[in-house]
Structures are given as structure tokens and as C-alpha cells.
T-cell receptor
Framework: DAMVIQNPRYQVTQFGKPVTLSCSQT?????MYWYQQKSSQAPKLLFH???????NEADTPDNFQSRRPNTSFCFLDIRSPGLGDAAMYLC????????????FGPGTRLLVL | GESVGLHLPTLSVQEGDNSIINCAYS??????FIWYKQESGKGPQFIID?????DKRQGQRVTVLLNKTVKHLSLQIAATQPGDSAVYFC?????????????FGRGTSLIVHP
């Protein structure tokens, strides 16, 4: 049974056209994360929510925003996608903020034309 | 900040051999270490973890070794199978502002030849 679900699995958007990626979880975990992963590279943390508290990484571009309307859902909004934003976007959860295992979704691959 | 590196970007082995994937980290205060396996087109999947109060932990066909003195950890896979072919990441956590945020290493691509 899928525990961290990401939709869509593949997303094509046009340069500058806003796009939203979604993530949902059935684990009732407190923490949700968004990562960007480019080809052959490690996942790069963009931001995370501890419950409703939003934590932005210092080098995350302003172009990237996130919303967490409830425990189960988290969204990644890219306001004006550039060609350099084409990547795999991974959502992850953890039960708490501590020595906790992260559970990853399958990712959404974003293509910017 | 933490920097995490892997020693080899690619490791090729024969089916049945043992595989060893290495990872180095920089922050001596790091105290939680995780290995993930990522297959093509999928998200990372937890394999095994270890805390800083241990130096070895075993799972099914996998062993993680932690050497805090030289800030090094390794993942050993016994009797490697074609299904083990994937990219392996180590992730290292340090307490930051009260929460553990893991830093991922670059990944080692394991190729298992039948």
C-alpha cells in the first residue's frame, strides 16, 4: 500500500507557467519534506514542514513555495519555472523531527519546455 | 554545515560477490546515519540506519559499519543480486535548530552483472 503518494508522476509545463506538484501521506507523520533531485545528483532539500511550521532552506529560490493545508497533504508551487527547474521532485515524511527514518514518495518528474 | 561524500560514483560487481559502498562525512557531531537505495524512476527507499552509539548494525544481507574516529561509514551487501542494482545514498543527520535534517551524499551507482 502506497504510504507517500505523489501526483502527477510526470509533469510537463511551459517556461514561466506556474505549476503545482502534490504529495499526500497515509502515515499521519508530523514532518513533510520536499527535495529536488537532478540527474545523477543527491536529493537537495528545498523545505520542510514540522506540523504547520514551515522551514525554508537558505538557498531555496523564492520561485519555490509550499503549502501544507492539513497533516496529509503538502504542495510544491513553482511560480515561474525555468529550464533549470527540470528535475525529479521528491516528497518525504518522517514521524517526528529527530532520529527518524524518512519515507519517500515515488517522485514527480518535471519537464520544462 | 555538513558535507557528505561517497568514495566511488560507480561500483560494478559480479552476481554473488559482496559489495562495499563507502561514505565520508565532515561533522563530528553527526549522530544518525541512514543508507537509502534508489532504483531508476523511484524515490529513495530506506535500507538500514545506525546511531552514533553503535559501530555496526546488521540487517538482511546488509551491514552498516560506522567509524566515528575517521568519520566514515560503509554499507556491505552480501551475495549481491541483480535486484540490488541501484543508486545508493548515505544520509547523515545532525541536530539543527532542534530537528534532524539529513544531508545526502552524492550516491554510488551499483551495477550487478549476472
Amino acid at each position: 500500500d502506497a504510504m507517500v503518494i505523489q501526483n502527477p508522476r510526470y509533469q510537463v509545463t511551459q517556461f514561466g507557467k506556474p505549476v503545482t506538484l502534490s504529495c499526500s501521506q497515509t502515515l499521519n507523520h508530523n514532518v513533510m519534506y520536499w527535495y529536488q533531485q537532478k540527474s545523477s545528483q543527491a536529493p537537495k532539500l528545498l523545505f520542510h514542514y514540522y506540523d504547520k511550521d514551515f522551514n525554508n532552506e537558505a538557498d531555496t529560490p523564492d520561485n519555490f513555495q509550499s503549502r501544507r493545508p492539513n497533516t496529509s497533504f503538502c504542495f510544491l508551487d513553482i511560480r515561474s519555472p525555468g529550464l533549470g527547474d527540470a528535475a525529479m521532485y521528491l516528497c518525504a515524511t518522517s514521524r517526528d523531527a529527530g532520529e527518524e527514518t524518512q519515507y519517500f514518495g515515488p517522485g514527480t518528474r518535471l519537464l520544462v519546455l | 554545515g555538513e558535507s557528505v561524500g561517497l568514495h566511488l560514483p560507480t561500483l560494478s560487481v559480479q552476481e554473488g560477490d559482496n559489495s562495499i559502498i563507502n561514505c565520508a562525512y565532515s561533522n563530528s557531531a553527526s549522530d544518525y546515519f541512514i543508507w537509502y537505495k534508489q532504483e531508476s524512476g523511484k524515490g529513495p527507499q530506506f535500507i538500514i540506519d545506525i546511531r552514533s552509539n553503535m559501530d555496526k548494525r546488521q540487517g538482511q544481507r546488509v551491514t552498516v559499519l560506522l567509524n566515528k574516529t575517521v568519520k566514515h561509514l560503509s554499507l556491505q551487501i552480501a551475495a549481491t543480486q541483480p535486484g540490488d542494482s541501484a543508486v545508493y545514498f548515505c544520509a547523515v543527520s545532525s541536530r539543527s535548530g532542534g530537528s534532524y535534517i539529513p544531508t545526502f551524499g552524492r550516491g554510488t551507482s551499483l551495477i550487478v552483472h549476472p
